[in-house]
Structures are given as structure tokens and as C-alpha cells.
């Protein structure tokens, strides 16, 4: 069983070990929880490039040391030439996976950077970006190894993302992929960061920066334009939240899957079952992630353009009539549409006052579209591939509409003081993976290390797999996989005790009446957990 590491004041956890560095040094220099992460935001951007960056979007929950959540949306709209007659008078009959015509929608995570640090100096945070960013900024410069996780990653649609504008000269050493180890530097993502720290994050969307950006968008007739960055700012929102047994559970609302994340939690609560690591546990799991995706694939769209409350669905009354069409003894039979892929990455930190960030930060598919803006290396995301070219499907194409996200930061407070900052990639993993990791620890009392270790399952399609399948890795115990077939799930067997395609998962518990904060990442990923 894995040791949690025990902090005295304040820690981070993230999927590569730079980045928590990052963190670490700027709490060290006195900097608070968002600093932190801000720091570190940038640091996995340069680190960690199959799994985000700064031509992605990001996602905040904060908990204050008084007990306010704040959320942080930092997703970019759809541009506006992003319609669907220019898409179907292209021939697409969906919005194609890599290269310019993928990169629908503005970068949003520096606008979030740029709030969250609006927040941060307001709860007593001075410092500089040149500081937060100081190790990002060295990492891209000076080089840095390739991680494990990258090198064994095989992209999706691989000719496609190889043949897209400038990612060869990027990420490719003689036309192939670096080995894990070798160095690689990112000069022009140096540059562009050394600038950002200079003259302030808005340079993103409305200087310098930002005109380059947009002048390479347009030469590779991208649909986002110059006056779609310029119109471009993060928003605050109202997590949504449940009540569950002895704590409150925070999510992020739509776009993103939040809702489907405290619907899992909710419903599973009701099912009361009683032991960890049985058959009712995966199978209770398993049944309340269909629940909650039939609702959340009906519900979840732009915040702005919502047809119902989200939180009219986690109220007590429903969760239970949720619950109560769960047969514990059968697996339902309900199909689910292709579910969103997504090569994320979740962060945690929390510091000495007991400010609690829960971050996460992507581009989408690996590498997001592929396609590295030359002037700034920016590699730009492919987050509008979940809008759809029907006009009458819940997420459609039109210009400034948000996405559908996958992202989902977690916070949690319990009723004796413990705060718990969680979550994990995955796309629609991430919120079956948090409601395993979150019950394990809640409900059921594994330590915080062994919860984010154990092994995992998960339910539905994922990177490529046609399969509406129970995948699991294979650390579970064989008589419950096969008493889960018994009752009509199809077992996938995934051949290994720690699959990367089942997330990189963390979590950290702050401790009231101490300050000490347990804090672990994930095996499956190159990081880990450090503080002070």
C-alpha cells in the first residue's frame, strides 16, 4: 500500500513532477494557493504538451479560508466564421479532428490565469508573473526530458495530427516522436511567455501577443479572428453543489459535465452500499454514471443558452427517484452516444491560510488540433469538435457559443472542517474517476494515496474503443469482475494494473485542527505531491 505524504502547511499535487515544483517554489516564496497554481499552469503547459497548454481552456474552483467556492470559467466561445454552411460548404459532416478548420474556438486559459490572479491579489498574493512564470519560462528555453506519459501515448487520427501546420517542426525528431528522456525546448512558447509575463496576461488576447496570434490564425484561415480574442474574458460562476452524508461536494456548472459528476455521487449515496471493493460498489458505480450522463447529455450546453436548471436535478427528491430505477441486480441496458476523449490534466493546492484550488487545464485530443501557431508556438486546441453541424442538436455550431466541456474541477467540505481538493483527466472518465477516488476516501476510509491508486474502472467508449464496455484494469479482484458479468456488464480486461486511459487522478485533505494537508497523484502519470 502506498504511503500518503503529509504536509505540515501547505501543498501541491500535479502529473509531472516540474509542475509541482513550480508550485512548491512559489508557496516557499510566500505565494498563496493561486500563485501556485498559476505557476504551475504554466510550468505543465511546456511539460506536459500532449495533455494541455496555452491554446487551451481551463477551469477553477477556489474555496476561500472563510468557506466561499468561487468558479472560474475559462472556455472560449466558437469564432465568428465558425458556422455551419462555411463547415458543410467544406464537405464536413462533422468538424474535422486536427488542423486549422479544428481550431473552432479562442483559447480561453489565460484569460483564466489572468482572473484567478484578480482573485489571489485580492486575498494578499504580490507576486510577479516574471516570478510565477520563472520556471515555466526556464523549462521551454533550456529544454526539458520527455515524459514517460508522452512518449507512450499513440495519438488518435496520427497521420492527421503529424500533417498538421508546423506540429512536425515542434514536437517530431526526424519525423518521429521524441523517446521519453530526450531533451526538447520550446523557444518560441519561451518567448511568447517571457512577453506574457512582461506586459500582463491581457497581451494574450489584446496586444502584441495577441495580434500575432491572430494574424497566424487568419494566414491558416482558422475561423477565429482578432476581434474574437479581443472580445474574450474569463467569467466567475456559481458552482453547482450537493449535500452528501457529512460534507458539501462543489462542481463546475455547464458547459462543462459537472452536473454529471455530482449526479453519480448523489445517486451512488442513495444506493447504501455497504462495503468497498464488491460487486455493489462497481456495479452501484457503473449504474449511476448511466443515470447521470442520460441527463447530462440532455441538459448540459452554454450556460447561457440553458433550457433547464442543473440544479433542479440534485435536489434530494430527484437523486432519490434516480436511485430508485437502479436495479441492483441487473445492469440497465442504455446506450450512450460517442462520449467527448480528452487528454487533460487536473491540479491541486492548498496553502498555509487554507485557500483550496481544484484546477484543470486542456487542449482536448492530444496536442488539441495539432496545429502550432508559428509566431508564438502555440499549439491550439480542438474543443470544438463536441459542437455538432446539426442546428437542432443540443450543442450545435454557431459563432460565440461555448462547447460542451468534459473538464470538471472538485472541492469538497466536510461537516468537521477537512477540505479535500480532487479530481483527474480522462474526458467521460473524469467524473466516474472522481466519484471512485472520492468514495473510497469519503465513504469508505481509504487513505488519500490509496484511494488515487486503486484500481479503476470505466464505463462507455474512450480514445478510439468501439466498445460500450466495463473497462478495468487488472488489480480488481477477479470474482467480482466476474460477478459484474453475471449480471450483464461487458467486461473489458485492459491488460495492466495501471492504464493512463483511466486518468491521472489527485487529491489533498486539509486538516483543521493541525494545518496538515495528505496529498497524492497519480501513479498512472509522471507527477506527484509536494509542499512545505
Not at 70 to 78: D, H, K, L, Q, V
Not at 183 to 206: K, V
Not at 326 to 339: F, T
Request: charged residues 20%; hydrophobic residues 40%.
Amino acid at each position: 500500500m502506498p504511503e500518503t505524504p503529509v504536509f505540515t502547511s501547505a501543498a501541491v499535487a500535479a502529473p509531472h513532477s516540474l509542475a509541482a515544483q513550480a508550485g512548491q517554489t512559489v508557496l516557499a516564496q510566500g505565494g498563496n494557493a493561486i500563485e501556485a497554481m498559476v505557476a504551475m499552469a504554466a510550468s505543465i503547459a511546456v511539460v506536459y504538451p500532449h495533455m494541455n497548454g496555452i491554446g487551451g481552456d481551463g477551469f477553477w474552483l477556489v474555496r476561500e479560508r472563510g468557506g466561499r467556492v468561487r468558479g472560474i470559467e475559462a472556455c472560449g466561445p466558437a469564432g465568428r466564421l465558425a458556422t455551419i454552411p462555411r463547415y458543410r460548404e467544406k464537405g464536413y459532416d462533422a468538424i474535422p479532428a486536427r488542423g486549422p478548420d479544428a481550431m473552432v474556438t479562442v483559447a480561453g486559459a489565460v484569460g483564466g490565469w489572468r482572473l484567478a490572479l484578480e482573485l489571489a491579489r485580492a486575498l494578499g498574493g504580490r507576486l510577479p508573473l516574471e516570478t510565477l512564470f520563472a520556471d515555466a519560462i526556464g523549462q521551454a528555453r533550456a529544454g526539458v526530458a520527455v515524459s514517460p506519459s508522452e512518449a507512450r501515448y499513440v495519438p488518435q487520427e496520427l497521420d492527421t495530427l503529424h500533417d498538421a501546420p508546423n506540429f512536425a517542426a515542434t514536437f517530431l525528431k526526424d519525423g518521429k516522436p521524441y523517446p521519453a528522456g530526450e531533451t526538447r525546448a520550446l523557444p518560441r512558447l519561451a518567448d511568447t511567455l517571457e512577453q506574457l509575463a512582461h506586459a500582463g496576461l491581457g497581451d494574450f488576447y489584446r496586444g502584441d501577443i495577441g495580434r500575432e496570434i491572430a494574424a497566424d490564425l487568419e494566414r491558416l484561415g482558422a475561423p477565429v479572428t482578432r476581434a474574437d480574442l479581443e472580445a474574450f474574458a474569463a467569467v466567475e460562476r456559481a458552482p453547482l453543489s450537493i449535500r452528501r452524508r457529512d460534507a458539501t461536494l462543489y462542481n463546475f456548472p455547464p458547459p462543462t459535465q459537472g452536473l454529471a459528476a455530482l449526479l453519480i455521487l448523489g445517486i451512488f449515496d442513495r444506493l447504501n452500499v455497504a462495503e468497498p471493493e464488491r460487486t455493489a460498489h462497481y456495479h452501484g458505480l457503473i449504474e449511476a454514471t448511466k443515470r447521470a450522463f442520460a441527463i447530462r447529455d440532455r441538459v448540459v450546453t452554454d450556460f447561457a443558452r440553458l433550457r433547464h436548471d442543473p440544479a433542479a436535478f440534485l435536489t434530494p427528491e430527484r437523486l432519490a427517484r434516480e436511485a430508485a430505477l437502479i436495479d441492483m441486480g441487473r445492469a440497465a441496458r442504455v446506450p450512450l452516444p460517442d462520449p467527448g476523449h480528452g487528454d487533460t490534466v487536473w491540479m491541486g493546492a492548498i496553502d498555509k491560510d487554507g485557500l483550496a484550488v481544484s484546477y484543470i487545464q486542456s487542449v482536448y485530443w492530444e496536442y488539441g488540433s495539432g496545429t502550432v501557431l508559428p509566431a508564438t508556438g502555440i499549439c491550439w486546441q480542438n474543443r470544438g469538435m463536441s459542437f455538432s453541424l446539426d442546428p437542432k442538436a443540443v450543442n450545435p455550431l454557431e459563432p460565440g457559443r461555448r462547447p460542451f466541456h468534459t473538464l470538471i474541477p472538485a472541492l469538497a467540505a466536510f461537516d468537521d472542517g477537512r477540505v479535500m481538493s480532487y479530481g483527474s483527466m480522462g474526458g467521460d472518465g473524469q467524473p466516474q474517476f472522481q466519484a471512485q477516488i472520492f468514495t473510497r476516501y469519503a465513504d469508505y476510509g481509504m487513505s488519500v494515496a490509496d484511494a488515487v491508486d486503486a484500481p479503476r474502472l470505466l464505463y462507455g467508449r474512450t480514445w478510439g474503443a468501439p466498445s460500450l464496455s466495463v473497462k478495468v484494469e487488472d488489480r480488481f479482484d477477479p470474482a467480482c469482475i466476474a460477478a459484474l458479468g453475471r449480471l450483464g456488464h461487458e467486461i473489458e480486461e485492459l491488460g495492466g494494473p495501471y492504464i493512463d486511459s483511466l486518468g491521472h487522478a489527485g487529491m489533498l485533505v486539509r486538516h483543521p485542527r493541525n494545518g496538515r494537508i495528505e496529498a497524492s497523484h497519480d501513479p498512472r502519470s509522471d507527477g506527484g505531491a509536494l509542499g512545505l
